[in-house]
C-alpha cells in the first residue's frame, strides 16, 4: 500500500539557524503518528512545510505520491490536508456553525456576483453548507449542537474551542488531518476526551492523524507510531514504549546525565 505523505529528506533554516535536519518520515493510510520532542525541536515546522506555509529549502513532500512543492496552500486544502493550530484561531465574534461553514471556501463554486446578488444557486449552495457543517458539527454530540449552533464561538469554553477547530478543520474533507498539541492547557479528564475524540476521528471519520502533543497520557494512549525530534533531527523512532525510553529522547527532555567525579 502507497503511504499517503512521504517527507524525503526534508530540511529547512531560517537565516543561520537549521530548524528541520534531512528530515525523512512517512505515513500510512488511517495511521496516527505522534512527533515529539522539547521545546524547539521543529515540530511545528513540519506541519507548516506540510501544509506549505513553508517551502523545504531542500528535499521533497508528496501526497499520494504527488509532490506537494510550489502549491499554494489553499491547493494543499483541496488535496486533502487539514491542520489545526496550537494556538486557537477561531473567528470568535462569528457563531458557532459560521466557524465551521468558513471553512467551505475551498469547495464552493458561487462567484461574487451571485453571493451579492444571492441569487437561487448561491442560497441553494448556502443551504448545502450549512447542513454539511451541521453534520461536521454532529460528530462532537451535543457539546456542539442545538443552541450553540447560533452561539458566538467566544461563548465556549476552552475545550469546546478547541472542538470546533477540529470540526473546521474536517469541514474541509480532508485524507490528512494535523493536530498541533489538542490538549493542551486542558485538564485530565478533558484530555482523556482528547484521546479518546482523535480515535473517533481515525476509526469513524476515516482520517490519517499526525499528532503533535506535549501530554505523554494522550500520545501513549492513542499513537500507532511516535517520531522524537530534536533541534530538527530525527532521534527516535517506534512505538510509544519504544520511544519514551530511548537513551536520546531522554537526553533530550532532561539534558545529559553528568557522570560522576
Given amino acids: 500500500m502507497m503511504n499517503l505523505l512521504e517527507l524525503k529528506n526534508v530540511s529547512k533554516h531560517f ?10 518520515l ?26 506549505g506555509l513553508y517551502q523545504p529549502d531542500e528535499g521533497d513532500i508528496l501526497l499520494n505520491g504527488q509532490s506537494l512543492l510550489g502549491r499554494e496552500i489553499h491547493q494543499i486544502t483541496r488535496l486533502g490536508i487539514a491542520r489545526t493550530f496550537q494556538n486557537l484561531r477561531l473567528f470568535l ?32 449552495e448556502e443551504a448545502r453548507i450549512r447542513e454539511m457543517a451541521q ?16 452561539q458566538p464561538a467566544y461563548s465556549l469554553s476552552y475545550a469546546n474551542r478547541r472542538r470546533l477547530e477540529i470540526a473546521r478543520a474536517m469541514m474541509t474533507e480532508p ?29 469513524e471519520a476515516g482520517l490519517t492523524i499526525i499528532l503533535i502533543e506535549h501530554d505523554m497520557t494522550v500520545v ?22 519504544q520511544v519514551a525510553t530511548d537513551e536520546n529522547v531522554v537526553e533530550a527532555y532532561l539534558g545529559r546525565r553528568q557522570e560522576n567525579k
Fill in 135 to 150: 453534520e461536521k458539527l454532529a460528530f462532537f454530540g451535543e457539546r456542539l449542537k442545538g443552541y450553540r449552533l447560533d
Fill in 26 to 51: 512517512s505515513v500510512a493510510p488511517g495511521e496516527i503518528l505522534s512527533l515529539i520532542g522539547p521545546n524547539g525541536a521543529g515540530k511545528s515546522t513540519v506541519l507548516n512545510l506540510i501544509t
Fill in 93 to 124: 465574534n462569528m457563531s458557532v456553525i459560521e466557524n465551521v461553514m468558513s471553512a467551505a471556501y475551498s469547495r464552493t463554486h458561487a462567484n461574487l456576483f451571485e453571493i451579492i446578488l444571492r441569487t437561487p444557486s448561491f442560497r441553494r
Fill in 175 to 203: 485524507k490528512l488531518l494535523l493536530l498541533d498539541e489538542p490538549a493542551a492547557g486542558m485538564n485530565p479528564n478533558e484530555s482523556l476526551e482528547v484521546t479518546e475524540l482523535i480515535g473517533q476521528l481515525r476509526d
Fill in 15 to 24: 537565516g543561520g539557524l537549521q530548524v528541520v535536519n534531512d528530515l525523512s
Fill in 220 to 241: 501513549g494512549g492513542i499513537s500507532d507510531r511516535v517520531i522524537a525530534l530534536d533541534h530538527g533531527v530525527k532521534i527516535a523512532e517506534g512505538t510509544f514504549e
